[in-house]
């Protein structure tokens, strides 16, 4: 499976943002899709992730104000972005596996498949 992020950009501190995750082949509605995020300096971080069945998961920092979503048709997954803060400036990388327990959501090198990243500035 290869994935291709983007949607990435400069926005002010309060609005929003899309990123889109588009992967390479149908067997897509099979895998759980994650974003993982990646400030300058800083260690890549679990954001939010969905599964087969469409269930969420978001990072404490990220919870009401992200939404992670997918359309299995398109083979695609997207990560809606509101209320962006300074703080959300990173680099966001999308990333999926097959199969993953629960616990290990949030772990990076539990997931087989990751995008090249596309970097979010948020202007304070």
């Known amino acids: 499976v290869q994935l291709q992020a983007s949607g990435g950009g400069l926005v002010q501190a309060g609005e929003s943002l899309t990123l889109s995750c588009a992967a390479s082949v149908g067997t897509f509605s099979r895998n759980v899709v994650a974003w993982f995020r990646q400030a300058s300096g800083e260690d890549r971080e679990f954001v939010a992730v969905i599964s087969r069945s469409f269930r969420m998961s978001y990072a404490d920092s990220v919870k009401g104000r992200f939404t992670v979503s997918r359309d299995n048709a398109k083979n695609t997954a997207y990560l809606q972005m509101d209320s962006l803060r300074a703080e959300d400036t990173a680099t966001y990388y999308c990333?999926?596996?097959?199969?993953?327990?629960?616990?290990?959501?949030?772990?990076?090198?539990?997931?087989?498949?990751w995008g090249q990243g596309t970097l979010v500035t948020v202007s304070s």
């Open positions: 990333a999926a596996v097959r199969t993953i327990l629960t616990a290990d959501v949030s772990t990076l090198r539990r997931y087989d498949y």
